[in-house]
């Protein structure tokens, strides 16, 4: 099973509750900084120092963000991004008057908190000369530019980056939708071109695998709705078409599935293996007079799910056409766009001279939880 990782700066953007309690805790982390700062420079009073530093800090947080907040209910947000992140961002024209405004109002309340905490009576930005009223205010104002600054370039790059996986993930549905509508068709055609064959032939077997493709079809259809499905479904799905190129082939076809018990839920793409199949049957057994035999082997390699298929059939050279290349380029494309490099796909001869080819799928194990 494979493990996503979820950024908190993306939840924060998705959950603006937990984006608040985040600034909430990083402010505090600031105002401790700020006291270590502070008591570096006057030793004696760490404890004053630090009581002052996170009250005033967290007042300014709480009116900044407060001031934003109101502002922004009511003006329109700017751009698309502060649309989808929950119009929390006025703009800078309005968050510039918001930390002006809160910074002031955050530093009296915090002094005046610290004071009634500690019996002390420090003056506040409102209490004293002006002279001290300026200093105290670009005090508060410039590590709450700062720190302003930071938590919203940090929500557009994480309203950026939620941006980006949802447009990827639009791209990879559409891209999986496009190589399905292709696939399916591909071996709806090439069972009617069979099935046409046969009809001059034996009109019976026809007739037969004709009822068998309508089966087929509808459990197809019913498959098709899910992205993925369970291993098994995917086998039966083989065995239905087997089925039917047994009636057309007879003896000369042989299969053998192999399917452990607890592989069976494991879930694979819709019609991934049904390429491998096709090609087998019209390039592998199909020029071989005498048949052959199609083995649909899946086995578990740590956290890897294996699927071979193959043949004993008239070996890679027939199966260089273009019609093969089609079916083995679209189960490349699918496993490449659902996982990635975590997916593999191989197409070789039979190992240990033995006759025909085999096609190994791996992607990760997925089983439903």
């Not at 570096?40 to 009250?55: D, E």
């Not at 502060?82 to 809160?102: A, C, D, K, T, Y």
């Not at 001059?200 to 709705?225: P, T």
Request: proline share 5%.
């Amino acid at each position: 099973m494979t493990t996503v990782k979820s950024d908190p700066c993306v939840a924060s953007v998705r959950n603006p509750w937990r984006g608040f309690a985040m600034r909430g805790v990083k402010t505090a982390g600031a105002g401790l900084l700020v006291a270590a700062f502070l008591w570096a420079l006057q030793p004696p009073s760490f404890r004053n120092t630090l009581v002052y530093s996170l009250c005033i800090s967290l007042t300014c947080w709480l009116f900044i963000d407060g001031t934003r907040g109101v502002v922004a209910g009511w003006q329109p947000v700017t751009g698309a991004a502060s649309e989808r992140s929950g119009g929390r961002w006025p703009g800078w024209l309005w968050m510039v008057g918001s930390v002006g405004i809160g910074a002031v109002l955050g530093y009296a309340a915090g002094n005046e908190i610290a004071n009634l905490l500690l019996g002390l009576n420090e003056a506040g930005p409102f209490n004293s000369s002006w002279r001290r009223t300026l200093s105290l205010i670009v005090v508060a104002l410039v590590p709450a530019i700062a720190i302003t600054y930071f938590f919203q370039s940090r929500e557009v790059i994480a309203t950026q980056r939620t941006e980006v996986e949802r447009a990827k993930r639009q791209a990879t549905e559409q891209q999986l939708m496009l190589l399905e509508s292709q696939l399916e068709p591909h071996m709806l055609f090439n069972t009617l071109a069979n099935l046409r064959a046969l009809i001059g032939v034996d009109a019976d077997r026809a007739q037969a695998m004709l009822d068998h493709l309508i089966a087929f079809l509808r459990a197809s259809l019913a498959g098709s709705r899910e992205r993925f499905h369970p291993l098994a479904d995917e086998f039966a799905r083989l065995a239905d078409y087997l089925a039917l190129m047994q009636i057309r082939m007879g003896a000369r076809l042989q299969t053998r599935f192999d399917l452990p018990l607890e592989l069976a839920s494991a879930l694979v793409p819709p019609l991934l293996l049904q390429p491998l199949v096709e090609n087998c049957i019209k390039h592998g057994l199909e020029p071989k007079v005498a048949g052959g035999r199609i083995d649909v082997v899946a086995r578990r390699d740590g956290d890897s799910l294996v699927v071979s298929v193959r043949d004993d059939g008239a070996g890679i050279a027939a199966a260089a056409g273009d019609d093969a290349s089609f079916g083995l380029a679209h189960v490349r494309e699918r496993l490449a766009t659902l996982y990635g490099a975590s997916a593999s796909f191989a197409f070789a001869p039979s190992p240990a001279g033995a006759e025909g080819t085999v096609a190994t799928v791996r992607l990760p194990l997925r089983l439903p939880t």
